[in-house]
């Protein structure tokens, strides 16, 4: 018998580097397919799920190969890898037979704010998977921001961030292996200790709202469920 679903409508933040995996640039196919296989196993026991997705390694591509290349070509760059990106998740998904439909996560409160507050719950209600392209073309509202504004916007239980590590540490523990992992965080110690969750503006809009930040590991079998379920590894950051 499934445990009942602790987190029920969640937005799961992915990153362009969640889904690179260990290339230096790209996407690697296996881990889009894993996390696909994860959200559709969420979805199959009555989850609700958002995904924003991002597009760092694109920016890293940039990096390498423009070197010196101004600020807006790596903007632009990055939310061209938002799009292509999301898509990618969402044809793995679909071939999983979960219906994802793909938006953008860019606030334009004339059009964006009544649909995802109306429309896109109600694809989730459904069952469907709504995919957000991220990128924001603006340094100062990254996508942890966008992602943080949809989940209020949708009246998310949790902001789902999935990463490389299974939560958050007081240090990088692939090379530390002494770092402290916390199962609970409040807002104003990330702050405070400025530990690597996410943005200060995504941690305020958060907050601002009641919504727990759960940081779990993406690429650990099984660990979106088992977050949702309240088990395994993560770490949950809220007051």
Known sequence: MNKPLRWKRVLLKLSGEALMGSQPFGIDPAIVERIAKEIADAVALGA????????????????????????????????????????????????????????SAVAVP??????????????????????FAGGTGNPFFTTDSGAALRAAEMRCDAFLKGTQVDGVYSDDPKTNPDAERYETLGYEEVIKRNLKVMDTTAIALARD???????????????????LQESGRYTVVGD
Do not use: W
């Open 48 to 103: 609700q799920v958002g995904i924003v997705v991002g597009g760092g390694n694109i920016f890293r591509g940039v990096a390498v190969a423009a070197k010196g290349g101004n600020r807006v070509t790596g903007d632009h760059m990055g939310m061209l890898a938002t799009i292509m990106n999301s898509l990618t998740i969402a044809d793995a998904l679909r071939r999983l037979k979960v219906q994802a439909r793909v938006l």
């Open 209 to 227: 709202n009641s919504i727990p930040v759960i940081v779990f590991s993406i690429h650990s079998p099984g660990s979106l469920v088992n977050v």
């Open 110 to 131: 004339s059009i964006c704010e009544t649909f995802s507050q109306r429309v896109a719950e109600r694809y989730m209600e459904d069952g469907d998977v709504i995919v």
